[in-house]
């Protein structure tokens, strides 16, 4: 008896090319992750802004790499120290207010007030935010017990985290 498979080489063509096209999917669907909590953190800075130039929202950053160990990750972070302290808060004021944070991500909190001088500071921080102004031996300060904690990156993480199995798929 002769059996005969028509499109035998096709077949084995598609199925060594399988890896890669998976591989790149996999890719893709990561970049995909990563730009939508981007997005999502862009927006959720901008929206609760009262003085900004969009900077920090701008300096929001994204990547796909392969670790050391073939492991996929995607990351999405900012450089700009003050979008740290707005996701945790600052002071007995940010340790105070609400949050939600990951397992394992404990902040430490100072518990003194500390003193901004005024003349660093590019708007008036008292009318903005209350924070008070104080003089002291000549020189003008702001003075703060910190900031509550107004998270922009965890919470993009979990909305766009209930999409994840659909955007592999």
Do not use: C
Not at 48 to 54: D, P, Q
Not at 65 to 89: A, P, T
Not at 110 to 118: A, G, K, N, Y
Request: net charge negative; charged share 25%.
């Amino acid at each position: 008896m002769k059996v005969e498979i028509k499109g035998l080489d096709s077949l084995k063509a598609k199925l060594k090319a399988a890896p890669k096209i998976m591989e790149e999917a996999v890719w893709d669907a990561t970049f995909e992750i990563v730009e939508e909590v981007a997005s999502r953190g862009a927006s959720r800075i901008q929206s609760s802004v009262k003085h900004g130039s969009g900077e920090s929202a701008g300096s929001i950053k994204q990547e796909v790499v392969i670790d050391s160990n073939g492991k996929l990750i995607g990351r999405v972070w900012s450089d700009k120290q003050q979008l740290l302290f707005r996701e945790f808060g600052t002071g007995p004021v940010g340790e105070a207010s609400p949050k939600d944070l990951p397992n394992g991500v404990n902040p430490f909190y100072t518990q003194e007030r500390w003193f901004v001088p005024v003349d660093i500071v590019a708007v008036d921080l008292e009318a903005v935010y209350g924070i008070p102004k104080v003089t002291i031996n000549g020189k003008d300060f702001f003075m703060t017990r910190g900031q509550p904690a107004r998270p922009w990156l965890y919470p993009s993480i979990k909305e766009v985290e209930e999409n994840i199995p659909e955007i592999y798929k």
